[in-house]
Every structure is written in structure tokens, then in C-alpha cells.
């Protein structure tokens, strides 16, 4: 099986982009994949989410050239590997400015890394700057989460120029593989209009799949667990795994 790469990518915060991509990373390693998440975000959110220890040597090591398989640590969850993000990440930008060939770093250095693994899935931070942009230059996919806000649109439209731009000067191999939902309310009649537009507009690219707003999912990362280890019941792990469905399904 050659090697899935996928980002979750949106340039605003707090859309759900680190939940989703450490619970997808957790339901597919819990199916048999073995899964490495990448931590892109001085936060360190998503290394959390999965009890990684983001004070250990992680993503800026491996950007800057100092180590790479010592640095995949263990996870909560049997197959989920993470290489965690943390506050080193902060200055990266301005270290990387005016490096030649700054946009290559992360695709250069994650190469020997892609064998031993059936996906990487990379948290990136909520911009598009230098640490984004060797993410795009990397992946096969990007996926997209998004809240069903008065202005997702606008931004959405944002992504979309970017990916097209990268597309034409990086790598010539991106694509979306989708659009999803996140904190989704059917009784908002401002969620339904969302969705209605956007379903209207980007038609397949839009997953079926919504997100829930759901007590639980937004519990479980205090935890250090992936909604399907912290309770796979709940309304949210339900949808979280129709969407691995969906993600394995396009991711091929």
C-alpha cells in the first residue's frame, strides 16, 4: 500500500482541525493502518490530543535536519505513532525566510519516514505561512474541517486559491480530498444555510459526514484520548468513524 498523505488545513482557528485529525488517525489505526500524526503547531495541541510529550525532540528537530525515527514516540492507541509539535515551532518561520529551498524542508526530511507507515496525517498551524506551505508541498491530500460560520465561505475560497497556487508551483500531485463539518447543529437554521451553500457549490468535495456538537468530543483531548478510546458511543465517535469511512473511501 504506497503511503497516504493527507494535512488538515484551515488558515482559522478552532475550526476542530487538530480533533479531527487525531481521532481519523486513531479509527484508522484502530483498524489495522499504522498511522503517524505530525504535529505542525508550536501549540502542540494535537500531540496532546493522543498523549505525546510536546517537551520532547519532535517537529523542529526533524525540520532542521536532527533525527527522524528517534523521534516518532508512542501514542495512546496501538498503530498511532506522533512526531509532537511544541513552542520551537514558533520561530521556524523566521529561521526558514531566507533559506534557499524553504518551502522543501519538511518533504526532504519525512521521506525516509513514509515506508513505515500506511498514512501520515499533519496538523498544521491556522496560517498559511512557511511551515503551511512545506506541508502543501509535501501532501498527496488536504483536507478541509470548517465551521458552519457566517463567513466560512470567504475563507474556504482562500484555501482553495492556495491549493490551485501550489498546485501550479510546488506539487503538482495535490488535491482535495474534501471538505467536512465540524460542530455541526441541525436545529441552526445559520448551519443548514452553511452547508446548503457550500454543498451547493463544491458539490462532491463536501463530505456527507457532519460533525456533532457534542460534550464528549470536546472532553476527550484533556484526556489525552481519541474520542473512539474515550468513548466510542457518543454521537460524535459515531460520526467520527462514518467519516474514516469516508476518508479511506477517497484516499486511494
Not at 482541525?17 to 489505526?29: P, R
Not at 508550536?42 to 520532547?56: F, H, T, Y
Not at 505513532?81 to 515551532?89: E, F, K, Q, R, V
Request: proline letters at 3%; a neutral charge; aromatic letters at 8%.
Amino acid at each position: 500500500m504506497q503511503t497516504q498523505k493527507i494535512i488538515f488545513l484551515n488558515q482559522k482557528g478552532g475550526v476542530g482541525k487538530t480533533t479531527t485529525a487525531a481521532n481519523l488517525g486513531s479509527i484508522i489505526a484502530s483498524m489495522g493502518h499504522k498511522v503517524l500524526l505530525v504535529d505542525l503547531d508550536s501549540q502542540g495541541n494535537l500531540s496532546s490530543a493522543v498523549s505525546a510529550d510536546s517537551m520532547l525532540p519532535g517537529t523542529y528537530e526533524l525540520m532542521i535536519g536532527r533525527g527522524k525515527r528517534e523521534l516518532v514516540q508512542n501514542t495512546s492507541v496501538n498503530n498511532l505513532y506522533c512526531i509532537s509539535g511544541g513552542i520551537n515551532l514558533a520561530g521556524l518561520n523566521v529561521e526558514l525566510a531566507d533559506e534557499e529551498g524553504r518551502n522543501f524542508f519538511f518533504k526532504n526530511t519525512i521521506s525516509s519516514l513514509e515506508a513505515d507507515f500506511d498514512f501520515i496525517f499533519v496538523d498544521c498551524p491556522p496560517d498559511l505561512g512557511i511551515l503551511t506551505m512545506n506541508a502543501l508541498a509535501w501532501t498527496k491530500y488536504v483536507f478541509i474541517p470548517m465551521q458552519c460560520e457566517y463567513f466560512a465561505m470567504e475563507g474556504l475560497n482562500l484555501i482553495m486559491r492556495t491549493v490551485a497556487n501550489v498546485k501550479k508551483s510546488l506539487n503538482t500531485e495535490i488535491e482535495i480530498i474534501g471538505i467536512g463539518f465540524m460542530m455541526y447543529s441541525k436545529r441552526s437554521n445559520l448551519n443548514n444555510e452553511v452547508v446548503e451553500d457550500i454543498s451547493k457549490y463544491f458539490d462532491k468535495l463536501v463530505f456527507k459526514t457532519k460533525i456533532p456538537r457534542n460534550v464528549r468530543l470536546s472532553e476527550a483531548p484533556s484526556h489525552g484520548l481519541p474520542i473512539n478510546v474515550y468513548d466510542n458511543s457518543c454521537s460524535g465517535g459515531k460520526a467520527y468513524r462514518q467519516l474514516a469511512m469516508e476518508v479511506l473511501e477517497r484516499a486511494k
